[in-house]
Every structure is written in structure tokens, then in C-alpha cells.
């Protein structure tokens, strides 16, 4: 996930996500340019036991010698591209039947040049996505499933979340080489001396009133403001990545999931209001870190610090043997988390779906996986690569991810087309309540414009645009 990027708005021109101005030719010209001066790398076996459906992305034959072209967005993790760029050698280096040539896609501008690229049937022959956009894309018709190019030993090994994550509509449509994971980061040794227990697991997380009384407690230790929330991220993915677990765990959600059809009654219902009536009254009570420095708990003014995975190595080193991970609050009816995170899919107009997949199963490998986690701190996508990691294996200080990833604790952002219009809806009504705004209104207007959304794409019919 990119807890830093804005969501995208989506809108009734037909593919969700189109651009409101004439940016579209700028996309283009981005992508022209983008595609003649993008540096090129040139120079296992996945695709024998796979499972076959009517699809047909993947039979089992290589037209060789094939070449594919992949895009890659530009990372927010310092080292993901050379990872990639080694992970190309490697494979093109390691058999003579597919060569593949990686094109790097300024991030900036990303979205808009795969959207463009799409429009006018100019993808690549493997893109890669934040993990919630999948739903729009597939119910565009801009990805192949590849359910038939997924082993079954593959499959078993994949942490569930990552199979839930690349799945709509009953088909998988995209598959990550690594997961996300969320959860409060704590200094012992501070909620020791303020006479504090320290959570073993989801079974025995604070309920929401026992951790406002923490934060009362760490306050008179000096701690005036012992919350660190992110908040500079508020209204971007962020908002909505971090803080939808707190609707989830009240029993809310952010759109009606059994049909998909609205937000209302749901999004702005009472459970939904009460969670974030919660969160606000520790904003108001000036519980929460501004962090405009983004070192509220690294610089030691907060000791607890609500986020995700990939903050964890920079605190570990800030705070030598004194970090530990426990789970988000229980807001009425169990913790809850999210997950998910950027996937790989292949788009429709690739001709050869075994040729991509001959790659993506070399990138799945668990030395591959790790190359990049190692890189970027995610969590490794199987569990073979998981056991490998001293951080994620059993015993090790991050293992609350993967049994939150197993056990059902982590849930996927919903499942729709309509993803960008909820984002943006939420993100922005969760940053205008932590800035004072009323929790009721300001969620019926995020509700209205769901299903504005909702309704200008006719529901986004099964049968796409």
C-alpha cells in the first residue's frame, strides 16, 4: 500500500477514475515520452502444473521465444527499483524462452498513464497496481483472470490475504509478491512504568475505552501528546487504509457488502458514527500527535504510534529492544485490520499469458519475494518466504501481521469498482472529523457522494462498462 498517495477520483464517464480535465492528452504525451526514454533491462517454471479454467490466460504453452514488457510504478521505498531491475536480469539471464523488458512509470503521474494507456488499448503485457484498484480495472475489462496460470501448490503456500486481496467476483485477477500489515507500535517500557498490560494478541486487545484511559495514563507520565496517528496523511489512502479498521471493529463498514449498492445506512450508521465520534474525542482531547515532523515515536513524544508495517524497522532502530506490535483497539465487536498492497496483473490484450506468468512465477520464488522485502519491509506473500524472515517467522517481533493476515483479523478494503469513489469520500470526511468537523453530518455527505458515484456508473453491472 502507499500510505502516502492521494486516492483518485472516480467519476460517470464510463471507466471509473477518468479525468475531469483535459489531462488526458498531457497522460498521453507523459506516456509517449515515458515509453521512448524509460530505460529497458534485457539481458522456474511455473506455468506446467497449472490449474485450467475457461479463461484460457494460461494453457500451458509458451509461443517462444517471447518477449513481454512490464510496467512498474516509481516506489516510495527506497531500493524497490533496483530490486526489480535485479529480479529482470536474473530471470532474462536464467532462461532463453521469455525476455522481459521493464519500463519505469513516473508514480506522479501513474495512475493517469495506466488509465490513458487503457483507454486506448496501449497496456503492457504485466502492470503492476495498489492492490484495492483491481476491482476497478477487472470490471473494466483491462486485466486477464489467471486463475488457470496458479498452481496449486502455489496457491496453498500464498497467505490467504493475498489470494482475498487479487479476487472479484469469484475470479482471481492479481497476485502480490507481498502483504501489508497494521497494528499500534508500543514502547514497553513507557506503558510498564505507567502500570499498563501489554496486549499478547488479537484474543486480548484494549477494547476503545481501556486504550483512552491508556492515553490518560501516559499523559501524566509527562506524554502530553501520546498518540501518533500520521495524521499529515488524513485524507490520502492512508485515511482510509488505517482507519476503516476502527469502523470494521465497531461493527460499521463503508459500503452495504452484500450488494454493493449503497453507502448509506452503513457508511454514516450509527456504528460507523460511534467509532469515529471515538477517534475525534482523542483528537479533541489532544491526545493525537500533529507529527508535521513524522517523528512523533522515532523522537520519542509519543509512545504509541498507530500504523503499518513499513514503519517498523525505522522504529526499531530508534528505539533499540523497546518497540513491540499489538493490535489496533476493539471497538465493540473484535480488532480489526487491513491488508493488501501492490499486485501484479495481466491486461487484457496480452497475447501470451504464459509467458508473463513464466516471470511472475520466477518473481513468486521465495529468494525473489525476500530480495524485495528485504528491501522494502513488506511481508512476504507465502509462507515459505515467511519462515525465512526473522521478523515475520514464529517468535519474531512482527509474527502479529501473519496471524492477523490468517486468522480473519485483516479484511479487505471493499471489493468494488466504486473503491476510488469510497476512498476519496472517506479519506476526506475522516480528515475534515479529526480537524473538529461534526462526525454525523460530515458522513452523510460522504455517504451521498458514494452513491452518487454509485449510481452515475448504473452499479457498476457485472458485465462492466
Not at 522481459?100 to 487503457?118: C, K, W
Request: contains cysteine; charged residues 25%.
Amino acid at each position: 500500500m502507499t500510505h502516502a498517495a492521494g486516492p483518485r477520483p472516480s467519476t460517470p464517464t464510463g471507466r471509473p477514475g477518468a479525468s475531469r480535465t483535459p489531462g488526458r492528452a498531457l497522460s498521453a504525451f507523459l506516456l509517449c515520452m515515458a515509453l521512448l526514454l524509460a530505460g529497458c533491462e534485457a539481458g522456474g517454471n511455473g506455468g506446467e502444473d497449472t490449474r485450467r479454467s475457461s479463461d484460457a490466460t494460461c494453457d500451458g504453452r509458451i509461443d517462444a521465444p517471447a518477449q513481454i514488457t512490464m510496467w512498474f510504478h516509481t516506489p516510495a521505498a527506497r531500493g524497490e527499483l533496483e530490486a526489480v531491475r535485479a529480479q529482470v536480469r536474473a530471470f532474462n539471464t536464467s532462461q532463453d524462452e521469455v525476455k522481459v523488458r521493464l519500463v519505469r512509470l513516473p508514480e506522479g503521474d501513474y495512475d493517469d498513464l495506466v488509465r490513458t494507456a487503457a483507454a486506448d488499448g496501449e497496456l503492457p503485457d504485466l502492470l503492476d497496481f495498489d492492490a484495492p484498484k483491481l476491482f476497478s480495472h477487472a470490471w473494466a475489462g483491462d486485466l486477464r483472470p489467471i486463475d488457470s496460470c496458479v498452481p496449486e501448490a502455489l496457491r496453498a503456500d500464498l497467505l490467504p490475504s493475498v489470494l482475498e486481496q487479487g479476487t472479484y467476483r469469484g475470479r482471481l485477477w492479481g497476485l502480490g509478491t507481498f502483504d501489508s500489515g497494521l497494528g499500534l507500535h508500543v514502547r514497553p517500557s513507557v506503558l510498564k512504568k505507567a502500570g499498563v498490560r501489554i496486549p499478547k494478541g488479537v484474543g486480548d486487545a484494549w477494547t476503545a475505552d481501556e486504550f483512552t484511559g491508556i492515553l490518560k495514563k501516559l499523559r501524566t507520565l509527562g506524554y502530553e501528546r501520546p498518540l501518533d496517528l500520521h495524521m499529515p496523511w488524513a485524507g490520502t489512502e492512508w485515511g482510509t487504509y488505517g482507519f476503516a479498521p476502527a469502523v470494521w471493529s465497531a461493527g460499521g463498514d463503508l459500503i452495504e457488502r452484500s450488494t454493493y449498492r449503497t453507502a448509506d445506512g452503513v457508511l454514516n450508521g450509527p456504528r460507523s458514527v460511534e467509532a469515529l465520534t471515538t477517534l475525534q474525542g482523542w483528537a479533541k482531547a489532544g491526545y493525537v500527535d500533529a507529527n508535521k515532523d513524522f517523528g512523533a515515536f522515532r523522537k520519542g513524544r509519543s509512545p504509541v504510534s498507530w500504523t503499518g508495517h513499513w514503519w517498523h524497522r525505522g522504529y526499531a532502530e530508534a528505539h533499540p529492544g523497546d518497540v513491540a506490535i499489538v493490535p489496533l483497539p476493539d471497538f465493540g465487536t473484535g480488532t480489526a485490520t487491513g491488508m493488501g498492497s501492490w499486485q501484479w496483473g495481466i491486461p487484457a490484450g496480452t497475447a501470451d499469458g504464459d509467458a508473463v506468468w513464466r516471470f511472475l512465477a520466477f518473481l513468486l520464488r521465495p529468494d525473489e519475494i525476500l530480495r524485495m522485502t528485504d528491501v522494502n519491509g513488506g511481508i512476504p506473500a507465502t509462507g515459505t518466504a515467511v519462515e525465512r524472515t526473522e521478523a515475520f517467522a514464529e517468535g519474531g517481533p512482527a509474527r502479529l501481521y501473519i496471524e492477523q493476515l490468517r486468522d480473519g483479523t485483516a479484511r479487505p478494503r471493499p471489493q468494488t469498482p466504486a473503491y476510488p469513489a469510497i476512498t476519496e469520500a472517506f479519506a476526506r470526511a475522516f480528515a475534515k472529523i479529526m480537524r473538529g468537523a461534526p462526525v454525523q453530518p460530515t458522513l452523510d455527505e460522504a455517504a451521498r457522494a458514494v452513491d452518487k458515484d454509485l449510481a452515475d456508473h448504473s452499479h457498476y453491472p457485472p458485465t462492466g462498462p
